[in-house]
């Protein structure tokens, strides 16, 4: 694993109200990845929304560019322990993106899917009403390529693991299937604020 800019920092107590359990602060945005950062070319991006392996809907970057732009206000927690309050991210919503393709989600389940083979599963309950977006932009600006730019999945009242970078596509799932770090011992869910960090928690 990949980290860079990683710093904690000791709670005022006016923020504990806002930390997870087992949280701390940082003021940073640390870098955390499996790998390099893949080669994503603006020319060439593509997004597939697909029900299995049938693809529903692909996208390049210009069309998602032109679909209905929403901004997220917020905070942030990784699995490592770090949070990051007051972050702002604009994008697509899973809501708008459906609404585009002109369908409801035909199961419970997905898998997001990465440039660089990542995946991480959610259930599709923690997507709708407004819960989730493909990221286009950081604090408004373009998401860098150590954040995840040119796309990123963005569902943060989860652990930020399940917020793939270099988004490529979700795949619709029958079942609940584990995606890279589940299969190696991460929760399945991931909820911070019941510090489900791995199986078992």
């Known amino acids: 694993m990949v980290t860079r800019g990683f710093t904690g920092r000791r709670q ?3 923020t504990g109200a806002r930390l997870p359990p087992g949280q701390y602060l940082t003021q940073d945005f640390p870098i955390l990845q499996i790998g390099p950062n893949p080669s994503v070319d603006l020319a060439t991006w593509q997004f597939t929304l697909r029900d299995g392996s049938r693809p529903i809907k692909t996208w390049s970057w210009e069309a998602m560019q032109a679909l209905p732009q929403t901004t997220w206000h917020g905070d942030i927690h990784c699995v490592t322990k770090w949070s990051k309050f007051d972050t702002t991210w604009e994008g697509v919503t899973f ?6 393709a002109g369908i409801e989600a035909p199961t419970e389940y997905l898998l997001a899917e990465s440039y660089d ?9 923690d997507l709708t009403d407004g819960k989730a977006m493909i990221a286009l932009r950081y604090d408004g600006q373009p998401i860098h390529a150590d954040h995840g730019g040119p796309a990123r999945f963005f569902v943060p009242h989860l652990y930020f693991w399940k ?10 799932t029958k079942a609940d299937t584990a995606g890279y770090w589940e299969l190696r011992g991460y929760h399945m869910y991931g909820d911070p604020w019941r510090e489900q960090r791995y199986i078992g928690d």
């Open 163 to 172: 917020s793939a970078k270099w988004l490529k596509g979700l795949r619709f």
């Open 117 to 125: 083979d990542y995946s991480t599963n959610i259930p599709v309950a």
């Open 12 to 14: 005022p107590p006016e």
């Open 95 to 100: 809501d708008d993106l459906l609404t585009d």
